[in-house]
Structures are given as structure tokens and as C-alpha cells.
Nanobody
């Protein structure tokens, strides 16, 4: 089994910043892609940013220039630095890891962390 532990969510005013972190542990042979998704009230879960083991990064258009994703391959951690936050960024943010556990390739999800942007 793989466990993902997220941290860093909270309440912030518009224009503020937050940093999310996710640490993966357990039966991990290789991690291919790490990423962040979010689900706003009444909306579907959408990708925010992803980063491959080789450092290839993709961002949703809505966060480009404001969010920065990074990862530490040695520690199996991924971070999301969120700047210039807007009320529309309010959502539950989920960490996702696409990995190989030695037997199969699958996606693991974190429990989600709430980010609320409000004055």
C-alpha cells in the first residue's frame, strides 16, 4: 500500500500565498508522475499541475504564472507553491501519484486539503 500525506491548506486572503506539500510512503518501486488536482464546490476534479520524474511540468491555464510545482525524488515529495491566490482557487486540493509498486502501475490519491481564498 501507498500512503500520501498532504499538508499546508488553510484560509488566505485574495492575493495571498500558500504552500502545499505531499509525502508518499509505502510500497513504492518507482514514481512516474506527481501532481495536484482540485475540486471546487459543485465542480468536477480538475488537474492543477503535474511533474514527471524527469522534471517535465504542466500547468492548468488558470494557474500559469501563479502556481509552481516542484518535487524531491529522493524524498518522494511534491510541493505546490500558490501565489496571487484568487477566490476561484477555493477548492479541496488532492495530491496524486502515478507509480509502480513492483507489481502494478496505478494512481494513489491523498485525502485532500482545503484551500479557502476569502476576505
Amino acid at each position: 500500500q501507498v500512503q500520501l500525506v498532504e499538508s499546508g491548506g488553510g484560509l488566505v486572503q485574495p492575493g495571498g500565498s500558500l504552500r502545499l506539500s505531499c509525502a508518499a510512503s509505502g510500497s513504492i518501486f518507482s514514481i512516474y508522475v506527481m501532481g495536484w488536482y482540485r475540486q471546487g464546490p459543485g465542480k468536477q476534479r480538475d488537474v492543477v499541475a503535474t511533474i514527471t520524474s524527469g522534471g517535465v511540468i504542466n500547468y492548468a491555464d488558470t494557474v500559469k504564472g501563479r502556481f509552481t510545482i516542484s518535487r524531491d525524488n529522493a524524498k518522494n515529495t511534491v510541493h505546490l507553491q500558490m501565489n496571487s491566490l484568487k477566490p476561484e482557487d477555493t477548492a479541496v486540493y488532492y495530491c496524486n501519484v502515478h507509480l509502480f509498486n513492483g507489481a502494478t502501475v496505478y494512481d494513489a490519491w491523498g485525502q485532500g486539503t482545503q484551500v479557502t481564498v476569502s476576505s
